[in-house]
């Protein structure tokens, strides 16, 4: 849907001014396996399954006290725009976000 590409357009825009945004990676994490399956159940059908369902990324727009421009936190699913940043960012990850879903987050400023 355009909303949304035009969301991943405009995020992936703001991340070309370094130190002007940030991305941080949401995984599920418990040491036992019985919450980390809790935790794995509530983000996939609560968070992933609502916004795969609405087609869109979660948007909070943010001003902090003493700083002249706001911020953006933008909350992605598991997609291609994730899927390529995670690539670019934090190979790493990669492989063990998938198995158990996973939110990426960027806060950028406007």
């Known amino acids: ?15 070309q001014h ?13 040491t036992d396996p019985v919450s980390l399956s809790t935790q794995t159940t509530v ?12 087609q869109a990324a979660g948007i909070i727009n943010l001003s902090v006290p003493e700083q002249t ?9 598991p ?5 390529v ?3 670019r960012f934090c190979p790493e990850l990669m492989e063990g976000a998938g198995d158990c879903g996973y939110l990426l987050i960027v806060i950028a400023t406007v």
Not at 1 to 15: H, L, P, T
Not at 18 to 29: D, I, S, V, Y
Not at 43 to 54: A, E, N, P, T, V
Not at 79 to 83: G, I, K, L, Q, V
């Open 79 to 83: 997609c291609e725009f994730t899927r």
């Open 69 to 77: 421009s706001p911020y953006v936190l933008h909350i992605f699913p």
């Open 43 to 54: 983000l996939q059908q609560g968070f992933i399954s609502y916004l795969d369902s609405k």
């Open 18 to 30: 370094e130190g002007h945004w940030c991305m941080l990676l949401a995984l599920p994490h418990c």
């Open 1 to 15: 849907s355009s909303g949304i590409n035009a969301e991943y357009g405009g995020v992936q825009k703001r991340m």
């Open 85 to 87: 940043n995670m690539k």
